[in-house]
């Protein structure tokens, strides 16, 4: 594994494996039962230049739960950036604050420009509609754990991603993450200018995966093992694309649609956040409370798997147990109100 993750390009098959195993051993942390303080007294730099609730605060509870501490910006408003400061210049003075570094950047290739100026690890946090390469390891992880808990396996599954596929960027990195294992079947559902950029679908036919494009969630999904829907992502569109778009509920992942076309153990994931306007038909709240609807148990998974990523690019992972003793504080037995026990 390189000593940065830019992009699910650097992962080999092995690399992601590995990953696994650490995040699995990571879940007492993880769910509060035990404390490791592997990374006490190491720094992270959290630098998003791009709005994030999730993904920052999964970064900084990762981090923290290993031992470390964590130095937040957010917004390009109060960056040096602001007054013309290069990519270059940041990384390196940020380089000598931190022992490892997740930046979030809305233009595409900025955080890999980032990262060539040093060598302290830096983590793509989403480049634009670039890649999320956590995101997609996390998804992994949570299909993964989802498919033990039901006896199931990935060979010969079938995955269906619906919904912006175009700008979303975790569908760019979980597609091509998928494509590493056993051959499977991958569907494409797009709303008209929102396909999955052919280039992607190219290398994962390579690969040996069956590629299928619709342009509808109006067919039968029986067979379908993962509905993987994603945000209209609006704020990358151009004025010509804005112009009029709507989506229609055609491509609402709701209750009846499960109920309707899909198996009864269909798992539905989403990347969130969720727009749950009902104007904005994304994944519907009517789905509250079903046990398909892993969203929760997905973003749960971010932390075990960044706890991954950190001790594996710091070189922490074979230290992981050797500190390791019970919480003190108080754990409640289920996070969620309509989350099983813990």
């Known amino acids: 594994?390189?000593?940065?993750?830019?992009?699910?390009?650097?992962?080999?098959?092995?690399?992601?494996?590995?990953?696994?195993?650490?995040?699995?051993?990571?879940?007492?942390?993880?769910?509060?039962?035990q404390v490791s303080r592997v990374l006490e007294g190491a720094v992270l730099g959290n630098l998003f230049f791009e709005a994030s609730t999730r993904t920052r605060v999964s970064f900084n509870a990762a981090f923290c739960r290993l031992g470390g501490s964590v130095c937040d910006t957010t917004g390009?408003?109060?960056?040096?950036?602001?007054?013309?400061?290069?990519?270059?210049?940041?990384?390196?003075?940020?380089?000598g604050y931190c022992d490892a570094i997740v930046m979030r950047h809305p233009e595409l290739g900025s955080v890999a420009e980032f990262a060539a100026a040093t060598h302290v690890p830096v983590i793509n946090g989403g480049d634009g509609p670039g890649e999320h390469p956590s995101q997609a390891l996390l998804?992994?992880?949570?299909?993964?754990?989802?498919?033990?808990?039901?006896?199931?396996?990935?060979?010969?599954?079938?995955?269906?991603?619906?919904?912006?596929?175009?700008?979303?960027?975790t569908v760019h990195s979980l597609i091509k993450l998928l494509s590493l294992y056993a051959p499977m079947r991958i569907t494409l559902v797009a709303p008209p200018g929102l396909e999955m950029p052919g280039h992607l679908v190219d290398l994962v036919a390579s690969r040996g995966h069956r590629i299928e494009q619709r342009d509808s969630l109006a067919q039968d999904y029986a067979d379908v093992d993962v509905v993987y829907t994603t945000r209209i992502q609006k704020e990358r569109f151009t004025a010509e694309m804005s112009e009029?778009?709507?989506l229609s509920r055609d491509f609402t992942v709701d209750r009846a649609f499960l109920d309707a076309r899909c198996g009864r153990d269909t798992l539905v994931m989403h990347p969130l956040p969720r727009d749950s306007r009902p104007e904005a038909n994304d994944l519907d709240?009517?789905?509250?409370?079903?046990?398909?609807?892993?969203?929760?148990?997905?973003?749960?998974?971010?932390?075990?798997?960044?706890?991954?990523?950190?001790a594996t690019l710091l070189e922490v992972d074979d230290l992981i147990e050797q500190e390791l003793r019970p919480v003190r504080w108080f754990v409640p037995p289920r996070v969620g109100v309509d989350d099983p026990a813990l």
């Open 76 to 95: 390009f408003t109060f960056s040096s950036m602001a007054k013309g400061e290069s990519l270059y210049d940041t990384s390196r003075v940020m380089s």
């Open 285 to 310: 709240v009517d789905l509250n409370g079903d046990p398909r609807l892993a969203i929760f148990r997905q973003t749960d998974n971010g932390i075990p798997v960044r706890m991954a990523i950190f």
């Open 244 to 246: 009029g778009f709507s």
């Open 139 to 169: 998804d992994f992880y949570t299909i993964d754990k989802e498919f033990s808990r039901l006896g199931k396996g990935l060979a010969g599954a079938h995955v269906l991603m619906t919904g912006d596929l175009k700008y979303g960027r």
């Open 1 to 33: 594994m390189s000593h940065h993750l830019l992009s699910v390009d650097s992962l080999s098959r092995d690399d992601v494996d590995h990953l696994m195993r650490v995040a699995a051993r990571m879940e007492p942390i993880a769910q509060r039962r």
